[in-house]
């Protein structure tokens, strides 16, 4: 049984005890009932449609009936407020953003939130953190940027997600970038490769732009996409660690090259082979750049893609739903290369805003997007969570290679530029070495020794005993003990707890040898809830 069913398996399990218990199974068509299988679970999902069909759901939907798969319930606001900030921002909704939220009773509350994270600080480190996982931004081997490479191209990258800048020259400035690397900053593109033989740098091309891995294909492709990039040279100066990536100099003479598609092109000595590969790329119809982004965004959003490995695209691995796929490429070259048009068709979706808990028994119900995927929080994410909730801030520094790099304390995990500083948390918890650029690199899979940190590390006991949130929510609610129960779950879970678990919880706050505890027994509770799964994951 594979990681995903067992979480699923789990939330299901106790979204049906919590329910059955309090007595909150809602009354629906006998019609209804029998579509989905059984009734919607409270307070996990909804029995109606949250938010309007799109063109997108209908054609997930008509790939579910050739499937026989049926897709399951909408999310409740309290999941999708969680998820969408998760998803978006990297970070737990404030509670006070969560209670305005449900409590908004205008229809389109749901786009609206989404428009709003979409222009904040956060989605930007979040997005910045994602594109230098692919981008293998990092100081130390097998990488080599160095801690001044590190912060140009981490800059670059930074401003360009900030500015929404058009994908396709985000794309043609790093592959037809010349310069130092510390002023040039696309530049680094180059550098942050495992080799500067043509054939690495043809491989990391297509890897990050045209979502393919070299090593499969044939031959004769494979000679054509190193030639393209046969003319690239470099070259170190007096500066420490700096380096000049540019054309070689050497007198050259017009050859005949091989595009990815079998286009026969002919390359002048005046052209720069790169500037040829990039025009090609970068057309509306080409069937490989927009395919591949759209892949990656809809995995960064519901964890796993169109095509699984996301990376890993071709005729070998077909698409889950290649009309659904190819909507979306269109859409994005329409818009300008417009990767926030994407993002915005997908996460106003019902395929997004849809329930983790399937109505299906398919075994692919997840691959099949019958259901919301469940995955692990980053561990990026969950360190500036568990911060975000009264952990002390991690410290983050470099002695090796000179200069000395220090992170202050105030700066998120997320933020953090360079792959080469790291910690034994971000380690556990499977934080990318980004050696490769592949998507696979980021750890997914639980572990013994992330389960044993979050029962027994001194972080995790101090954040529940000296947290001023937990201690704030203790003085606001002196004398009610349920009333902080709630806060600590609004908090933690960014919902309020059922009624089957008030009364489950009840008899914590109870006189313990004839003396009331509401301290212990509001860290007990807090413990709990940072251990189980609906806090550790995305569901």
């Known amino acids: 049984m594979n990681r995903a069913h067992t979480v699923r398996t789990a939330l299901l399990r106790l979204a049906l005890v919590s329910a059955v218990c309090a007595g909150l199974a809602l009354a629906t068509g006998a019609a209804h009932a029998q579509a989905y299988q059984r009734q919607p679970i409270p307070p996990y999902e909804y029995p109606a449609q ?21 897709a399951t319930y909408p999310c409740s606001d309290e999941v999708f407020v969680r998820r969408v900030y998760l998803d978006v921002t990297g970070t737990l909704p404030e509670p006070e953003a969560v209670e305005a939220f449900l409590s908004d009773t205008t229809s389109d509350k749901r786009a609206a939130l989404i428009d709003e994270l979409l222009e904040s600080d956060d989605y930007v480190d979040l997005w910045t953190l994602r594109w230098c996982d692919v981008l293998r931004v990092k100081s130390e081997f097998p990488i080599n940027l160095w801690p001044n490479g590190v912060q140009a191209y981490h800059r670059w990258i930074h401003e360009a997600v900030r500015d929404n800048m058009p994908y396709d020259e985000f794309a043609r400035q790093m592959l037809t970038a010349s310069g130092s690397n510390f002023r040039v900053p696309q530049v680094n593109f180059y550098r942050a490769i495992q080799g500067t033989e043509p054939r690495s740098i043809a491989a990391a091309a297509a890897l990050t732009f045209m979502g393919s891995r070299l090593e499969g294909w044939d031959a004769e492709r494979q000679a054509g996409m190193e030639q393209l990039f046969s003319r690239v040279a470099y070259k170190r100066t007096d500066e420490w660690k700096e380096e000049i990536v540019h054309l070689d100099p050497a007198p050259a003479q017009a050859f005949d090259a091989l595009l990815p598609d ?191 940190y979050l029962l027994n590390s001194t972080d995790v006991h101090n954040l529940v005993q000296r947290s001023r949130i937990f201690l704030d929510i203790l003085l606001e609610h002196e004398g009610d003990p349920l009333g902080a129960v709630d806060a600590a779950y609004l908090t933690l879970l960014s919902r309020h707890p059922t009624q089957a678990e008030l009364q489950a919880i009840a008899a914590q706050f109870q006189a313990r040898e004839g003396r009331p505890q509401p301290k212990k027994a509001l860290e007990d509770i807090a413990w709990a809830l940072l251990n189980s799964k609906e806090f550790l994951y995305h569901h």
């Open 50 to 70: 949250a938010v309007e069909v799109t063109e997108l759901d209908e054609l997930v939907a008509a790939g579910l009936r050739q499937h026989g798969v049926s």
């Open 262 to 452: 079998g286009t026969q092109v002919t390359i002048e000595p005046h052209q720069d082979p790169r500037a040829v590969f990039a025009d090609w790329l970068i057309q509306p119809d080409n069937e490989w750049f927009a395919p591949a982004v759209v892949n990656r965004i809809w995995a960064w959003l519901l964890g796993r893609g169109l095509v699984h490995e996301a990376d890993d695209m071709g005729p070998h691995n077909p698409p889950v739903y290649p009309d659904v796929l190819a909507y979306l490429s269109v859409e994005l070259s329409d818009a300008d290369w417009d990767l926030k048009r994407v993002m915005r068709l997908i996460l106003n979706s019902a395929v997004y805003q849809q329930s983790a808990l399937p109505v299906s028994t398919h075994e692919d119900v997840e691959a099949l997007f019958a259901c919301y995927p469940v995955r692990p929080l980053e561990a990026e994410v969950l360190q500036d969570a568990l911060v975000q909730l009264g952990a002390q801030p991690p410290s983050y520094e470099s002695a090796i290679p000179e200069p000395f790099t220090h992170v202050p304390e105030s700066n998120r995990t997320i933020a953090l530029a360079d792959g080469s500083i790291t910690s034994q948390f971000l380690e556990i918890f499977g934080r990318p070495t980004r050696d490769t650029g592949r998507m696979s690199e980021r750890g997914t899979e639980p572990s013994d020794a992330q389960r044993l």
